[in-house]
C-alpha cells in the first residue's frame, strides 16, 4: 500500500500556473531543505555548491556525482517544492545525447523534478533533445556562471550588442521547450523586456524585480558569509554572527570545564 503524505509537490507545470512569483531558493543539504521547503515553490541544487560548499574558485570543478549526492540530500529534506539539479560543466555540452544521459541519471537517481543547464542559441538543440524526451529544463542565460572565463569574470551583462545576444538565447531557449529560464546579472531594462516577451517564467536572479521568480543562493540570503556578496544580494538574516557567537560561547564552556554537566552526562544526578 502507497505512503499518502497528504502533501502534493510542486511540479514544473504547477510551477508556470502560479499566481504569485516563483520563491526560490539554492540548497545543498536535508537540513537546510527541510528548513526552505515550507516556504519555497523551487529549491535548486546549484553547481553553485562547488563555491559555498567546497571553497571552489569557480563552479568549473564540481561533478555529476556530487550534484547527484547533493541532490538526493535536498530531495529527502523537502516535500513541497520542485527540486532542481543544474548539470555540471562538461556533463552536457558536447552533444544532445550526452545531456541525456546525463539528465536521466541525475534524475533517477535522485527524484528531481527538472534539471537546469546553461546557455542560449548553441544549447538550443540539447534542450530540445531533453523535453522531447521527457526531462523538463529550466534554461538559464545572461551571466553563465559556467562561462566565466568567457565572460571575463562575474560581472553584470547586457551592454551594447549582448543585449541582443541574450534576447536571442532567451527566445532561443523557449522555442526550445524549457519551461522557465533563471536570468542571471543582467541589466534590468532588458531582464523587463526578457520577462515581458517570454510565454514561460523568468526567475532572476540580479536582474529585476519584474520577473516571475526570483532565486537567490540560500546561504547569502542568510548572512552566513562575512566576506563579499554581490549586489543583488539582500540579507535577510545574519546567521554568520550568530554561529560565531555560538561557537565561542561553546569553546568557552569546554576550556572552563562547564560544558558538559550533570544534565548532559548519564549517570549523575542533575544538579552535580
Given at each position: 500500500m502507497s505512503k499518502?503524505?497528504?502533501t502534493r509537490?510542486?511540479?514544473?507545470?504547477?510551477?508556470?500556473?502560479?499566481?504569485?512569483?516563483?520563491?526560490?531558493l539554492t540548497a545543498y543539504t536535508t537540513p537546510m531543505a527541510r528548513l526552505m521547503d515550507p516556504?519555497?515553490?523551487?529549491?535548486?541544487?546549484g553547481d553553485s555548491l562547488g563555491m559555498v560548499v567546497y571553497g571552489m574558485d569557480s563552479t568549473l570543478g564540481v561533478t555529476t556525482e556530487m550534484m547527484i549526492a547533493h541532490g538526493q540530500a535536498v530531495v529527502r529534506g523537502s516535500q513541497n517544492a520542485c527540486v532542481a539539479i543544474d548539470l555540471p560543466f562538461g556533463s552536457y555540452q558536447q552533444s544532445?545525447?550526452?545531456?541525456?544521459?546525463?539528465?536521466?541519471?541525475?534524475?533517477?537517481?535522485?527524484?528531481?523534478?527538472c534539471v537546469k543547464l546553461e546557455g542560449g542559441v548553441e544549447m538550443a538543440e540539447t534542450i530540445q533533445f531533453l523535453t522531447q524526451r521527457g526531462i523538463p529544463v529550466i534554461g538559464h542565460i545572461g551571466l553563465k556562471p559556467q562561462a566565466v572565463h568567457t565572460h571575463g569574470g562575474f560581472r553584470t551583462v547586457g551592454r551594447g550588442e549582448e543585449?541582443?545576444?541574450?534576447?536571442?538565447?532567451?527566445q532561443a531557449v523557449t522555442d526550445a521547450g524549457a519551461f522557465a529560464v533563471v536570468i542571471e546579472s543582467t541589466l534590468e531594462p532588458l531582464a523587463r523586456a526578457i520577462t515581458e516577451k517570454l510565454p514561460i517564467p523568468t526567475i532572476g536572479i540580479g536582474a529585476s524585480p519584474a520577473c516571475g521568480g526570483q532565486v537567490l543562493v540560500g546561504e547569502d540570503m542568510l548572512g552566513l558569509f562575512t566576506d563579499f556578496t554581490p549586489r543583488f544580494v539582500k540579507r535577510f538574516g545574519n546567521l554568520a554572527e550568530q554561529v560565531d557567537k555560538a561557537v565561542?560561547?561553546?569553546?568557552?564552556?569546554?576550556?572552563q570545564r562547564q560544558f558538559p554537566s550533570a544534565e548532559q552526562c548519564v549517570g549523575l544526578p542533575k544538579g552535580k
Amino acid at each position: 500500500m502507497s505512503k499518502h503524505t497528504g502533501t502534493r509537490r510542486h511540479t514544473p507545470r504547477s510551477l508556470g500556473m502560479l499566481d504569485t512569483p516563483i520563491v526560490s531558493l539554492t540548497a545543498y543539504t536535508t537540513p537546510m531543505a527541510r528548513l526552505m521547503d515550507p516556504h519555497c515553490d523551487l529549491l535548486l541544487v546549484g553547481d553553485s555548491l562547488g563555491m559555498v560548499v567546497y571553497g571552489m574558485d569557480s563552479t568549473l570543478g564540481v561533478t555529476t556525482e556530487m550534484m547527484i549526492a547533493h541532490g538526493q540530500a535536498v530531495v529527502r529534506g523537502s516535500q513541497n517544492a520542485c527540486v532542481a539539479i543544474d548539470l555540471p560543466f562538461g556533463s552536457y555540452q558536447q552533444s544532445p545525447q550526452q545531456a541525456f544521459q546525463t539528465a536521466a541519471e541525475v534524475m533517477a537517481r535522485t527524484g528531481a523534478g527538472c534539471v537546469k543547464l546553461e546557455g542560449g542559441v548553441e544549447m538550443a538543440e540539447t534542450i530540445q533533445f531533453l523535453t522531447q524526451r521527457g526531462i523538463p529544463v529550466i534554461g538559464h542565460i545572461g551571466l553563465k556562471p559556467q562561462a566565466v572565463h568567457t565572460h571575463g569574470g562575474f560581472r553584470t551583462v547586457g551592454r551594447g550588442e549582448e543585449a541582443e545576444q541574450i534576447m536571442q538565447d532567451a527566445q532561443a531557449v523557449t522555442d526550445a521547450g524549457a519551461f522557465a529560464v533563471v536570468i542571471e546579472s543582467t541589466l534590468e531594462p532588458l531582464a523587463r523586456a526578457i520577462t515581458e516577451k517570454l510565454p514561460i517564467p523568468t526567475i532572476g536572479i540580479g536582474a529585476s524585480p519584474a520577473c516571475g521568480g526570483q532565486v537567490l543562493v540560500g546561504e547569502d540570503m542568510l548572512g552566513l558569509f562575512t566576506d563579499f556578496t554581490p549586489r543583488f544580494v539582500k540579507r535577510f538574516g545574519n546567521l554568520a554572527e550568530q554561529v560565531d557567537k555560538a561557537v565561542a560561547d561553546y569553546a568557552h564552556a569546554v576550556r572552563q570545564r562547564q560544558f558538559p554537566s550533570a544534565e548532559q552526562c548519564v549517570g549523575l544526578p542533575k544538579g552535580k
